[in-house]
């Protein structure tokens, strides 16, 4: 079974601020996409970038890039010049196929303080 | 705006009580999910549909019974709840392909008396 896990809990950075996230997993497939959700005071969980496996190439989306790392099973994220309203909890998914539809392994997510 | 939308948004129930939590997406999306989400804990799977058919159930215990009548719609039929039971329902869709990515509602923030 798959696992993804976030070692940061909270993280608290000051506005236009670089910061990192991490995630780390595990699988033994060889292909497959993760992805990184934000769900802020709100509760809707959105999209905020994803990654496929076969790509070498960095996924970036604006502010928001990630440094995959395939060998050692790594996947942060870095917010760049960060902004109030990236104030929310963020999520690191493992995606696993399933027949017709798909499944999220979520880590256990850090909480982002970005403070004025 | 969301995409996927939740009805209600808020629900208080007692443990006697029979409610449904509503879920409708116009996004020609095949595949729709439930997930349960505890305070601060990331969202739990309970079940799949894909084709408006069952797919995955993830061993959740029967007073949660979900319904797909069609391809936009998605129930949760809730009877004789627990307050263990009050959480954040999310609902989800995707397309049926295993690369795209899942679009979340607002949720139904549930409270079992």
């Known amino acids: 079974a798959q696992t993804v896990t976030q070692s940061q809990p909270e993280m608290s950075v000051q506005e236009a601020e670089t910061v990192t996230l991490s995630c780390t997993y595990d699988?033994?497939?060889?292909?497959?996409?993760l992805f990184w959700y934000k769900q802020p005071p709100s509760r809707q969980m959105i999209l905020v970038i994803r990654?496929?496996?076969?790509?070498?190439q960095n996924a970036t989306e604006n502010r928001f890039s990630v440094n995959f790392q395939k060998a050692a099973k790594s996947f942060s994220l870095k917010i760049s010049d960060s902004q109030l309203g990236d104030t929310a909890m963020y999520f690191c998914?493992?995606?696993?196929?399933?027949?017709?539809?798909?499944?999220?392994?979520f880590g256990q997510g850090t909480r982002l303080t970005i403070n004025p | 705006d969301t995409e996927v939308t939740q009805t209600p948004k808020h629900l208080v129930m007692g443990m006697t009580n029979k409610k449904s939590l509503k879920c409708e997406q116009h996004?020609?999306?095949?595949?729709m999910y439930w997930y349960k989400q505890k305070a601060k804990k990331p969202p739990e799977l309970m079940f799949v549909?894909?084709?408006?058919?069952?797919?995955i159930n993830e061993s959740v215990p029967s007073r949660f019974s979900p319904e797909c009548p069609n391809s936009s719609l998605l129930n949760l039929h809730l009877h004789a709840l627990q307050p263990e039971d009050s959480a954040l329902y999310l609902c989800?869709?995707?397309?049926?392909?295993?690369?795209?990515?899942?679009?979340f509602g607002d949720g139904t923030r549930l409270s079992i008396l």
């Open positions: 989800a869709s995707s397309r049926a392909t295993s690369n795209q990515p899942q679009h």
């Open positions: 699988t033994s497939e060889n292909n497959y996409y």
């Open positions: 990654q496929e496996a076969y790509k070498q």
């Open positions: 998914a493992f995606m696993e196929a399933i027949q017709g539809a798909q499944k999220l392994v």
């Open positions: 996004m020609g999306h095949r595949a």
């Open positions: 549909y894909s084709y408006e058919k069952l797919s």
